[in-house]
Nanobody, 117 residues
Framework: QVQLVESGGGLVQPGGSLRLSCAAS????????MSWYRQAPGNQRGLVAT???????TYTDSVQGRFTISRDVAKNTAYLQMNSLKPEDTADYYC???????????WGKGTLVTVSS
């Protein structure tokens, strides 16, 4: 069982930055991919960014060039650095760990990001 705890959400003005953190309950990055998803009110949850167990990163088009996913193996923590934030980035952000061998997945409970002036 993998437990994930997100933090770092909050209220930020358009154009601002936030860094989200996802703390994992153990040393999982060598065997799990880590992803960030988001869900705005009335919308389905959608993939934002992924970092594979091998360190390869991918992004959805709407955040390419503004968001950066990373991980700190020593701290068992994944991050989502969000720059140039827009009101349409407002959503609950969720961390997901996906086991590379069989696709078993675990979710965190989410953290709210609000972009507003």
């Amino acid at each position: 069982q993998v437990q994930l705890v997100e933090s770092g959400g909050g209220l930020v003005q358009p154009g601002g930055s936030l860094r989200l953190s996802c703390a994992a309950s153990g040393s999982i990055f060598s065997t799990y991919a880590m992803s960030w998803y988001r869900q705005a009110p009335g919308n389905q949850r959608g993939l934002v960014a992924t970092i594979t167990s091998g360190g390869i990163t991918t992004y959805t088009d709407s955040v390419q060039g503004r968001f950066t996913i990373s991980r700190d193996v020593a701290k068992n923590t994944a991050y989502l650095q969000m720059n140039s934030l827009k009101p349409e980035d407002t959503a609950d952000y969720y961390c997901k760990a996906i086991r590379s061998s069989d696709g078993m997945a675990y979710w965190g409970k989410g953290t709210l990001v609000t972009v507003s002036s």
